[in-house]
């Protein structure tokens, strides 16, 4: 069995309408798959539901983490099992430091590690640790005491994502778009940090909209989103095909159309 097996996964609105329509996934430690498809199919959906946005309802299907499920289980909980997601638009949090919400975010996983008691790490440590990831992912030093994501430009935002996870150590990766809006070096540097971290105890779904980023992350799996659904499968040269030919040889016209550009 897969680390991460998503089976038969039916995502609905609030309203009711159905947005991801039977997806099947299964992601190892040591893959990373990437998701690639139109504006408005319903990637991010896909992404908010596995870490249990409660806007996003699953309405058939499961998703199993090690074997266990996760659709009743809330985002603390989910991400305390090591999911993590990289938002396509990061939110902003007003009053909170960096460096607060990461020790915050790395002491709640290390107490649900601990079987619920608490274990917080030693400040030294923890400080020790941030400026060696932020070192790596060549985000300023300074950055740690602003407020998260207040006034960071986009580039800036998707840094901290992976400073983020590179921070949690988690099991499964889910990053949405974290190369959009990025320079050439930035790209190189946050596809480097999540290179170092696929291995043997980490797995990535990379959601992209580019072939760029792949090549500096090669994908063991290339999966066609359309409509709410995986349209086709393949390697690395399914995203090389797509680059070329765009979606319309996977999906009639009509599902193309209407998704935001
Ligand atoms: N909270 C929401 N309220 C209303 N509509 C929503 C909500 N979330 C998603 N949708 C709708 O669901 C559809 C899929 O959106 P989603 O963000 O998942 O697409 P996407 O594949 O990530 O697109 P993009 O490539 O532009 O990021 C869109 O029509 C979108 O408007
Ligand atoms: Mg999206």
Redesign the pocket.
Known sequence: MALLEIKNLHVA??DG?E?VKGVDLAIDTNEVHAVM??????????A?ALMGHP??EITEGEILLDGEELVELAADERAQRGLFLAF?YPYAVPGVTVASFLRSAVNAVRKARNGGVDDPVPVPEFRKRLMAAMDELGVAKEMAGRYLNEGFSGGEKKRIEILQMAMLDPRIAVL??TDSGLDIDALRVVAGGVKSLVGETMGALV?T?YQRILNYITPDYVHV?VGGKIVAEGGPELAHKLEAEGYEAFAPAEALA???S
């Not at 498809?37 to 896909?46: E, F, I, Q, V």
Request: hydrophobic share 25%; glycine share 20%.
């Open positions: 609105l609030e309408t947005i498809g139109p504006n408005g199919s319903g990637k991010s959906t896909l908010y806007a996003y396509q949405d778009e959601i909209h989103f209407g998704g935001e």
